[in-house]
Nanobody, 131 residues
Framework: EVQLVESGGGLVQAGGSLRLSCAAS?????????IGWFRQVPGKEREGVSC????????YYADSVKGRFTISSDNAKNTVYLQMNTLKAEDTAVYYC???????????????????????WGEGALVTVSS
């Protein structure tokens, strides 16, 4: 059974940093998965924040987080991280870890966080940024 368990959420002041972790079980990062982070606020759709491929480390970042967030993984620990720096009030959301075992490169070369392609989801971790 695949499980994704997020940790590291919390309350932080604007300008501060947090690191989210997602521990995966039931599959290994040595398999070729797309793994990453989505976020959602009440009344809005869940949006892709950052994703990566476990095999070659190809990454995707939403424009809103480029230059501030960094996704990484520790394949030995089967864990993916999201380092979030220079946090803003608009980053406040529930952050979800997700994994896709059959991801594709759209148009042959474009990789992104495909909400509809994700096969597994964590329960979510709340990140609150106070202004």
């Amino acid at each position: 059974e695949v499980q994704l368990v997020e940790s590291g959420g919390g309350l932080v002041q604007a300008g501060g940093s947090l690191r989210l972790s997602c521990a995966a079980s039931g599959f290994t990062f040595d398999d070729d998965y797309a793994i990453g982070w989505f976020r959602q606020v009440p009344g809005k759709e869940r949006e892709g924040v950052s994703c990566m491929t476990s095999s070659d480390g190809t990454t995707y970042y939403a424009d809103s987080v480029k230059g501030r967030f960094t996704i990484s993984s520790d394949n030995a620990k089967n864990t993916v991280y999201l380092q979030m720096n220079t946090l803003k009030a608009e980053d406040t959301a529930v952050y979800y870890c997700a994994a896709d075992k059959d991801y594709v490169y759209y148009g042959g070369s474009y990789f992104y966080c495909d909400y509809y392609g994700m096969d597994y989801w964590g329960e979510g971790a709340l990140v609150t940024v106070s202004s």
